[in-house]
């Protein structure tokens, strides 16, 4: 190719010689006819024959200078013919290279000269199409699926218009893999698409095992970045190449690439040397180091290792493995601990039956010693101590016992065993194979349960004779409303055959047993409800039956702890019967209470008016106005007015009673004088103080002062103490009337030293009518203590009475300072005794 160059070059500048050559001729021709035409002016002859000379001299030299250029050109033409007739056959040599190298592989080629020039196809075309119809490949979607076909179509489109050229494997609709290429090669576009099966289909395969594997370095790389471990690699030159997140935080660095970049190692420089030195011999280095990790130093484990192109290592962090090991280590701690509070003996054995651990319960239920369990001893050994100690159930054949109770040890699934000790102990053994070999045994003291399950199956005994001797019918039904347990009286009660009870019926089947003698639905719909119904909160229930046949029965359901219903049945006819009864004469009993205080109360105001007209017309007698008496006259007169007194205070203290009883009474409150009261309460009795011979002695603070309650109701309190205090005492005694102030209430005392009460009547003196004279001069109807305690309780207070024989007695009576709060204390206590 170059010497084609060289001689191209050559040839226009031979051209430009011959070219002024032959010009040079042409005017030498041209200039030896102009002298041919001016040698007239000379002379003719000498002129014709200057011209013929000069003519043939000039053919003569055109003659040769043509045979020579001739000759000359010819060479030269003959040496040209031969150049190109060797740089044809030079190139054809080339161009049958370029088809042998074409066809050297399964493909075609596709050049573009222009941008609107024919392309031309070159290759094997039936690569992609059946037909030898090269013009068709350029319709990628003949021979390509549509999605390729777009792809491979906006390719072409960017190579002709751009130079961008590509490279895409594609799938021909025939299934044959191919490779398209597309490239600029200087003024032309060339697309090459060849079949790459073969070593060319292996190596598409192994970059796709590459790039699977790039990708899988990647995901191991971004996996490496998520752990919380330093990780680095080295490269031949044994400098860091790669790091994860971890890494460059542990170095403060902003981010992997900026700790390779500035080579932020993570060990020290001994530590550094000393991997250098291990991974020179090919060996792994291993050890814990103290390494700053972000400005903290911590313990880590540091590894290691050489690989193929470079080293690699990673360091774990060993701080959460130490708090995880002394976690693990309170863990063990708590747990033997634990083990040492239950009450069930645990001996561990290893693999080779070894004691491992023991709890406290263990030693304490053979009673082993501390330090022959610290010296770790076998099974057979301690086996062999309790037998000495006769602490294990007697054996006939000791060393076959001892060798089945081994056989645990290979064991899946081995059964609990009981143990009965010769010391009367019961024990449950069971045994529990540890997944690293060895036995983990479980001594359960059940002594007190065998005991206790015997005492229970007795009182289930005694439970079930108990329930078949009761006369009350008895039924237990469970959640799922069937009869569990019935007593013979249940069966009695209503009617029911022994066989049915048996089969243990639903309340349903009981139910309908027994609609002949109570069909009433809504009965045993609701007793349906309690037993097998869901309810929120399960209560009790009750019910009176009246039976078809005159019977009454009541039924109580209660619920049971275990989700079933127990259900009581009694007949209660005769009970019945006898309230009826009973209710009647009460009532009867009410009525005639009623109409006696109906009776008393209007008698009381029917006798009061004469008794005050009498009192008045006596009164009028005593005056001189209507004439004078005698002394005889006079003397009945004063008896007459004595009695007919004494007689409206009775009449006066029952008609109190009686508007006490119909809670009319209303207390005129104010404020009471509590000295004014007493002397006046006292003056009202000094005829009687004279007449019995009886002192009175009062005990006040003058300055006592004043309370609000009622004035005349406290009044005929004191007067009714008083007199029944002068009515029991001896002549020459004396009455004591003591009045004293609290914080918030005035106690008022009136005491004697008469005969004293009896215990057995300290509970009747506030009734009514209740009048004991216990051989004394007293006499009354029995209204006084009980108008006390009734007007002392109006005013919200008490009345407490102590009393001896033969030692007197006192009277307290204890009334707030303020009497308001009466208004808010109910009045039913009022003379909660009374009756006549």
Known sequence: ???????????????????????????????????????????????????????????????????????????????????????????????????????????????????????????????????????????????????????????????????????????????????????????????????????????????????????????????????????????????????????????????????????LELLESSARESAARARQGGNIWQRRENVVVAGVRRMMDVLDAPLPDGAGGIAEDLAELEALRADHARQVESHIRTLDQLSTGVAIFDRAKKLVFANAAYRHLWSLDQAFLDQNPTDSQILDRLRAARRLPEQADYRAWKTALHNVYQSIDPAPQIWHLPDGRTLRIAFDPNPQGGVTYLFDDVTERYNLESQYNSLARVQSETLDALQEGVAVFGADGRLKLCNPAFGRIWRLPVAMLAERPHIDGVAAACKPLLPDDAAWSDLRSVIAGLHAVRMGFERRMNRTDGAIVDCAAAPLPDGGTLLTFIDVTDGVNVERALKERNQALLAAEQLRNDFVHHVSYELRSPLTNIIGFIQLLGDDSVGPLNDKQQEYAGYVLKSSAALLAIINDILDLATIDRDAMELQLGDVDIQRTIREAAEGLQDRLAESHVELSIVADPNIGSFRADGQRVRQILFNLLSNAIGFSEPGQTVTLAALRRESEIVFKVSDCGRGIPPELLDKVFGRFESHTLNSRHRGVGLGLSIVRAFVELHGGEVRIDSAPGEGTVVTCVIPLRADAVEDRPQDRALAEGGA
């Open 1 to 263: 190719m170059p010497q084609r160059g060289s001689q191209t070059g050559r040839r226009p500048r031979a051209r430009l010689r011959f070219a002024r050559w032959l010009s040079a001729v042409s005017t030498l021709v041209v200039s030896g006819a102009a002298g041919a035409q001016a040698a007239p002016a000379f002379g003719f002859e000498d002129a014709g024959g200057l011209v013929g000379l000069s003519l043939g001299a000039g053919l003569v030299v055109f003659s040769t200078i043509t045979a020579l250029l001739h000759l000359t050109g010819r060479q030269r033409w003959a040496r040209r013919e031969a150049e190109l007739t060797g740089e044809v056959d030079h190139l054809r040599q080339q161009m049958e290279r370029a088809r042998a190298f074409l066809a050297a592989e399964t493909q075609f080629v596709v050049v573009w000269g222009g941008a609107h020039g024919e392309p031309e196809i070159e290759g094997d075309v039936s690569l992609v199409l059946d037909a030898p119809l090269p013009r068709r490949v350029l319709g990628f979607g003949a021979w390509l699926p549509a999605d390729q076909a777009q792809a491979l179509e906006a390719n072409v489109a960017l190579l002709r218009e751009r130079g961008q050229g590509f490279r895409q494997d594609l799938v021909s609709q025939g299934g044959r893999h191919l490779e398209a290429e597309g490239r600029a090669i200087g003024s032309r576009v060339v697309l090459r698409v060849r079949d790459v099966s073969g070593d060319r289909l292996e190596l598409v395969r192994l970059r796709k095992v590459q790039a699977q594997q790039m990708a899988q370095l990647e995901t191991l790389r971004g996996l490496l970045d998520l752990s919380a471990h330093p990780v680095w690699t080295r490269g031949p030159d044994q400098k860091l190449d790669w790091v994860n997140e971890a890494y460059a935080r542990a170095v403060d660095a902003r981010d992997p690439m900026d700790a390779v970049a500035r080579e």
